[in-house]
T-cell receptor, first 112, second 111 residues
Framework: DAGVIQSPRHEVTEMGQEVTLRCKPISGHDYLFWYRQTMMRGLELLIYFNNNVPIDDSGMPEDRFSAKMPNASFSTLKIQPSEPRDSAVYFC??????????FGDGTRLSIL | GENVEQHPSTLSVQEGDSAVIKCTYSDSASNYFPWYKQELGKGPQLIIDIRSNVGEKKDQRIAVTLNKTAKHFSLHITETQPEDSAVYFCAAGDNAGKSTFGDGTTLTVKP
């Protein structure tokens, strides 16, 4: 079992650019979560999917953020346009049957 | 929405001693209480969880207790080892997947 795989591990880009984060959940898991971690706000749930369908996106900060899950083995989180305050570590997690069980190692995003 | 408070924010113990981390939550509808361990540069790792129909659960050196009336739950680590050093997070939520995390406790176990 390879675990939850996120890419890239690090991303540095200039404000205004589009950023795309990618996640491959554990095979067979039916839930996928996107979290953001910062020193100021801790771990925040952005959005989660069940069977590829978005269930709750109330944590998505604003319209600049969007997430998709085109199939059971892939999800993206996109920020367009990016701003310095979006700098954080973004985690993807997956589970079977409910709350997050397995987290990826995250994408450390820096917006200059 | 749910609000989770976690204490202490930092905890330092001697190897072999016990460590206790406490959390309170606000939403009486929450029925799932997981604990995660996060090591530097890694994602959180689920170490134990408890559901609202259970008061206590144990797995080797770790145990969790839940008091639904008082809206308290706690993590107990016995016989601590240096490899237990990490940031620990509690969370409260529902079976559907939505969880609110505490702010974390940095545990240091001194050899």
């Amino acid at each position: 079992d390879a675990g939850v795989i996120q890419s890239p591990r690090h991303e540095v880009t200039e404000m205004g650019q589009e950023v795309t984060l990618r996640c491959k959940p554990i095979s067979g898991h039916d839930y996928l979560f996107w979290y953001r971690q910062t020193m100021m706000r801790g771990l925040e749930l952005l959005i989660y999917f069940n069977n590829n369908v978005p269930i709750d996106d109330s944590g998505m900060p604003e319209d600049r953020f969007s997430a998709k899950m085109p199939n059971a083995s892939f999800s993206t989180l996109k920020i367009q346009p990016s701003e310095p305050r979006d700098s954080a570590v973004y985690f993807c997690a997956s589970s079977f049957g409910g709350p997050p069980q397995h987290f990826g190692d995250g994408t450390r995003l820096s917006i200059l | 929405g749910e609000n989770v408070e976690q204490h202490p924010s930092t905890l330092s113990v001697q190897e072999g001693d016990s460590a206790v981390i406490k959390c309170t939550y606000s939403d009486s509808a929450s029925n799932y209480f997981p604990w995660y361990k996060q090591e530097l540069g890694k994602g959180p790792q689920l170490i134990i969880d408890i559901r609202s129909n259970v008061g206590e659960k144990k797995d080797q050196r770790i145990a969790v207790t839940l008091n639904k009336t008082a809206k308290h739950f706690s993590l107990h680590i016995t016989e601590t080892q240096p490899e237990d050093s990490a940031v620990y997070f509690c969370a409260a939520g529902d079976n559907a997947g939505k969880s609110t995390f505490g702010d974390g406790t940095t545990l240091t176990v001194k050899p």
